[in-house]
């Protein structure tokens, strides 16, 4: 059964610093992974999506990289802002059984000190 | 602009009412999923559905029902069966059977019992 962790689960930085938020899973056997975004009492933000056959993905200040025979996946944020306050969180999807689920891992919550 | 309409925003049940969650989508994907959250835990997957007239329980079905009438619309309804209902509701969507794409989320509904 696939599982999704993130580590570390809460994470306190200074605004402008550069940032890793890690995502590991157990089976290499996705179709890709997706990083997001959620605001308290909001919607998840689709930030990024890394195919299984991709090794990384850039937008803007983001950067995601995978790599499936570790099942590991990291989120860097560059020159931090207190807009990026938020939880990210990861997500598989795993090709196992008759449907491609999304399997969530368990978040990490950012703040941004200005 | 493409996307998923949930509503109501804010939704309160009293006990022994069934209430129903409306979610849409406009970007003519075939799959569309519920999930509820609560404080502290993660996504949990309710129902989803991969072509209109089929619809699949998740980890979660119990006190829940569903239909899928129409390609755009898979709405849920929160039955008096479903003994704890106060959380936050999410509706996603997705190509099918490969979420080639990624997800897309929708801006919630918060439900209350009262």
């Known amino acids: 059964k696939q599982e999704v962790t993130q580590i570390p689960a809460a994470l306190s930085v200074p605004e402008g610093e550069n940032l890793v938020l890690n995502c590991s899973f157990t089976?290499?056997?996705?179709?890709?992974l997706q990083w997001f975004r959620q605001d308290p009492g909001k919607g998840l933000t689709s930030l990024l999506l890394?195919?299984?056959?991709?090794r990384e993905q850039t937008s803007g200040r983001l950067n995601a990289s995978l790599d499936k025979s570790s099942g590991r996946s990291t989120l860097y944020i560059a020159a931090s802002q207190p807009g990026d306050s938020a939880t990210y969180l990861c997500?598989?999807?795993?090709?196992?059984?008759?449907?491609?689920?999304?399997?969530f891992g368990t978040g990490t919550l950012l703040a941004v000190q200005p | 602009d493409g996307g998923i309409t949930q509503s109501p925003k804010y939704l309160f049940r009293k006990e022994g009412q069934n209430v129903t969650l409306s979610c849409e989508q406009n970007?003519?994907?075939?799959?569309m999923y519920w999930y509820r959250q609560d404080p502290g835990q993660g996504l949990r997957l309710i129902y989803y559905?991969?072509?209109?007239?089929?619809?699949q329980k998740g980890d979660i079905a119990e006190g829940y029902s569903v239909s899928r009438e129409k390609k755009e619309s898979f709405p849920l309804t929160v039955t008096s069966a479903q003994k704890n209902p106060t959380a936050f509701y999410l509706c996603?969507?997705?190509?099918?059977?490969?979420?080639?794409?990624?997800?897309?989320f929708g801006s919630g509904t918060r439900l209350t019992v009262v």
């Open positions: 997500a598989v999807v795993d090709y196992g059984g008759a449907t491609n689920k999304l399997i």
């Open positions: 089976d290499s056997a996705i179709y890709n």
């Open positions: 890394i195919q299984s056959s991709q």
């Open positions: 970007l003519n994907h075939d799959a």
């Open positions: 559905s991969q072509i209109v007239n089929d619809f």
């Open positions: 996603a969507s997705a190509d099918a059977p490969i979420p080639y794409d990624g997800y897309t």
